[in-house]
């Protein structure tokens, strides 16, 4: 699904000094890198604040710590994500409330959003789902209206542009009161382990942040609020500064592909290719809205797990990105979801497939990829 190694290869001198100055100043924690990293990345953004973190989960449960969410309080999320969003949710004991998504996105339904609300309700957690915006214009609208934060889950989306209503254009993850990302490594700004941030614009906010990821501590061995231990290395560090500074040219990689992909899946009774939601009419320039951490087809003729067989027997990854609606999870499940609320994801998660997407895809390789499909889709 992704070549690393492939993209290792064109930046290993750089990749390979960063880390070794790393460990000639054995400054493992802290060092000056994750600071330069944070700078760097606030550029890069435009926003006020960074915070490097351990991972991306960790970054949306320390977003929801410093809200001050308090256990009772509704959050509302999509049903189709990765199961992270759902997760610290109940960790927390907040009570995770799941709503359907849009159809042609994968991004959270804002209508089901708006049903969902009720007097307990504190936020609402949009995921950008696979590279773009779900439509934060209507849940920045919600979310005033209804006095309640929007955390944006911007581990699929970072470098992705949000086109607003009036054409202002600000980055994923920038938009909402505060942010989560994740540097895993097949991200589209991965280092070589795990790694996280959290992003904001609010003074208060980020400084209640940065004591929470370092136990609580404002000052040192005062312990004021509980905390987390969630820290990026210096190394992972390393590696993200190496790394960001190519981030726009390897989304623009992934943008080429998913091109290629779309005009060799125009026109197909059984594929519906993915849509790019910032879409309006034309009146703004909206290619750099998708920065395609999937490229996912919905196949609808009930042939996708055959697909993925097919696809795999002739040594082509393909993903299932997500094979369960997380109100049907176990761990998950709540005898108050009906199952007519959840009529998209229960319909996507029986056809959708995502394709092969990284920074190396060539032609050949996506010729390949795209004559298996066409063939074993209309056979
Ligand atoms: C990857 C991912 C996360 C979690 O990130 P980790 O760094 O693996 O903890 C959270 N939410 C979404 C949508 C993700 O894709």
New binding site residues.
């Given amino acids: 699904m992704v070549d690393l190694k492939g993209q290792y290869e064109g930046i290993k001198d750089q990749i390979n000094s960063s880390i070794s100055n790393v460990l000639d100043s054995s400054a493992f924690i802290n060092g000056p890198d994750v600071h330069a990293f944070q700078k760097e990345l606030e550029d890069y953004l435009g926003v006020k604040h960074v915070i490097p973190c351990a991972?991306?989960?960790?970054a949306?449960q320390i977003c929801m710590m410093g809200l001050g969410l308090r256990p009772g309080d509704e959050v509302i999320t999509a049903d189709f994500?990765?199961a992270?969003?759902v997760e610290v949710i109940a960790l927390l004991n907040l009570t995770p409330v799941l709503v359907d998504v849009d159809p042609d996105t994968f991004n959270i339904d804002v209508k089901a959003v708006e049903r969902a609300i009720t007097p307990k309700t504190r936020a609402i957690v949009p995921?950008h789902?696979f590279g773009q915006c779900a439509d934060m214009d209507a849940l920045m609208d919600l979310a005033n209206e209804h006095d309640l934060f929007v955390i944006e889950?911007n581990?699929?989306a970072i470098g992705a542009t949000h086109i607003s209503k009036n054409g202002e254009k600000q980055k994923a993850g920038t938009i909402g009161h505060v942010a989560s990302t994740?540097?895993?490594p097949s991200?589209n700004l991965g280092c070589y382990g795990?790694?996280?941030a959290i992003f904001t614009n609010d003074d208060d906010l980020a400084n209640i942040i940065r004591g929470i990821v370092n136990h609580g501590m404002y000052v040192r061995y005062h312990h004021d609020v509980v905390g987390v231990n969630s820290r990026l290395d210096s190394i992972q560090a390393a590696v993200l500064r190496a790394k960001l500074p190519k981030l726009d040219e390897y989304n623009q990689e992934r943008r080429k592909a998913a091109q290629k992909y779309d005009m060799a899946f125009q026109d197909q009774r059984h594929i519906i290719r993915p849509k790019t939601a910032n879409d309006r009419d034309g009146v703004f320039d909206t290619s750099d809205c998708h920065v395609f951490h999937q490229y996912t087809l919905r196949i609808t003729n009930g042939k996708r797990d055959a697909l993925v067989q097919h696809m795999n027997g002739n040594g082509v990854p393909c993903g299932v990105y997500y094979p369960i609606p997380l109100h049907k999870q176990k761990a998950y499940a709540d005898e108050r979801y009906n199952e007519d609320d959840f009529k998209v994801t229960n319909q996507l998660v029986e056809e959708v497939i995502s394709l092969p997407m990284h920074t190396e895809l060539d032609d050949e390789q996506i010729d390949f990829i795209t004559d298996l499909v066409l063939k074993f889709v209309n056979d």
């Fill in positions: 991972n991306g989960t960790d949306l994500t990765f992270a969003t995921v789902l889950d581990a699929q994740s540097f895993f991200k795990d790694g996280g």
